[in-house]
Structure formats: structure tokens, C-alpha cells
């Protein structure tokens, strides 16, 4: 790993050579908060065809988008242009989103903090398309953490039971072609919420991660990559050991700038109830415990979600 890039960990390792693939990311985490994931096993053609119902989904009037907004906070279904603000910042950022989050079986007791989806009727492949890449990526995130609990030395299924009915959502992107001009970027400086972010669709260039000296390094994944990160949930939990890095979408060249940019990230979630306490592990004379007092996953999403103008 060198000083300016973040070097691709294959995922081939994952079976060949497990404790070096937890390593490998673990340490990748560690410096960058970032890694970039190598051979991924998800289909490039299921992939394309969730991407291909995305597009036919923002391609749609606007009229027709704004009748899928729904609830509160953008958990399900359409978020218009203008709304969602990184914290601390006047200007909200230059995207439009659909959220599509965990289906539950009818009575299931986190249905009060997980409303159901709401799928577009004008685009019929939309929904098993978009649920296939939901369950794709939730079943690529927990082989994440298998190897990021071996890296923190817990037992490899230790984070299973705190994420399998967890709130996790998928966020279908669309950033408009911009004129460059004015103060709005695509996304603004930010960290992740969730525990971690599983995100395809990277390719089109303006993602920048914050190095440590203040200077912002570009991430350029190579094509058929999966971009992952840690988010304040695992930060807080680990004590800042595994810390969540702010990064940001810049607006394009000018050469770039008629191009509309895609990606679907994939915000990995505890369940709603879990408990996030200070691992042990990760509090020393060093380390002082900076989380004393714990908060459960949906007070601390609740809680962060007011400060992105999402509630």
C-alpha cells in the first residue's frame, strides 16, 4: 500500500487465504477508512440490470417521481433534487435518490422503524431487479465483517446475529450533468452513518476520500470494483480503531460535465435494537473509552438523520 492510492484487496482471498484477506482489509480500513474490493463474486450482468431499471427510473417526468415520495425521512422511495443537506453545510447537494430497505414478514416487531417498499409501477422489472441487489450486497457486507471481526480479534460470526434483521438500506443515485458553477457539489463533505458501505458504481470519477494531512485523495476503482467504507456506527463501536472517513462527490471537468453519474450504495445497518457499546478490545490506557455511554442503532440513525435534514 502506498502513500497516494488505496490498493484493491482481491476477494478471491476470502476463501484461498481468509486471515490474510481480514488483514488486508483491516488494514485497509484502518489507514484510508476505504477499501476497494478486487474479483468481487456479484454478477456484472444482474448488476447492469438493476443499474438499467435505475435509469429508467430517473429518466421518468417528475411528476411521476414525486408520486413515490413517502413517510418520513426518505426511508422508502423517491427523495427529489434539493433535499438532502451534508451536516453543517447551507447548500444541499446535487442528487436525487430512491431508498429501498428490508422486506419483513407481516407483525415483525421492527416494523414501526421499517415501513414496507413502495416499487415505481411504470417500470415493471423494477423491483426484482433492485431486490436482487439489495440481497446481493447485504450478503457481500456480512462476509465484510466476518473478516473485519477476525481483524479485531472476535469470533469470525460475532457481528451475525447484530445485523440479520438489520435496517440496512440501498440507495439508488442519480447526479445530474452540471454547469460547474455555483457553490453545490454533487455531495458535500460527510461520513457514513451505518456500519459499513458496500458501493458499486464508482467508476464515473469524482468520489474523494479526506487524507489525514487535510488533502483529498481521489478513489479510482477499477471497473468491476466494489467500493467499501466505515461508517460512524462501527467507528463509534470500535473506538474510533476503525475510523469513518469523510469523503465527498466532487462536481466533474468540464470535459465531463453533460454525463449524469450513477452509483448504488448500500448502507449496511445494525438491527434497530441493537445495543452499540464500546467494544472491550478496543479501549486501553491509550484509548480512553470516547462512547461511555451506549445508544441503540435507530436512537443514534434517528438522532444523525436530523442533522442531514432528513427528518
Known sequence: MTSDTIIPVSFGAYEADFEAFAQALGDSFTRYGFAVIADHPLQQARID?????????????????????????????????????????????LKEFWHMGRDLPSGHPYASVMPPNVWPTEIPAFADEVRWLYGALDAMGRKMLEA???YLGLERQFFAPTVDHGNSVLRLLHYPPTSGDGPHIRAAAHEDINVITLLLGAEEAGLEVLRRDGSWLAINPPAGSLVCNIGDMLQRLTNHRLPSTTHRVVNPSQARSGVARYSTPFFLHFNPDYEIAT?????????PDRYPEPITADGYLQQRLREIKLL
Open 49 to 93: 440490470g438493476a443499474l438499467s431499471a435505475t435509469k429508467a427510473f430517473f429518466a421518468l417526468p417528475e411528476a411521476a417521481k414525486r408520486a413515490y415520495v413517502v413517510g418520513q425521512g426518505g426511508q422508502r422511495g423517491y427523495t427529489p433534487f434539493g433535499v438532502e443537506t451534508a451536516k453543517g453545510e447551507a447548500h444541499h447537494d
Open 148 to 150: 473485519l471481526a477476525v
Open 279 to 287: 467494544l472491550p478490545g478496543c479501549v486501553d490506557g491509550a484509548h
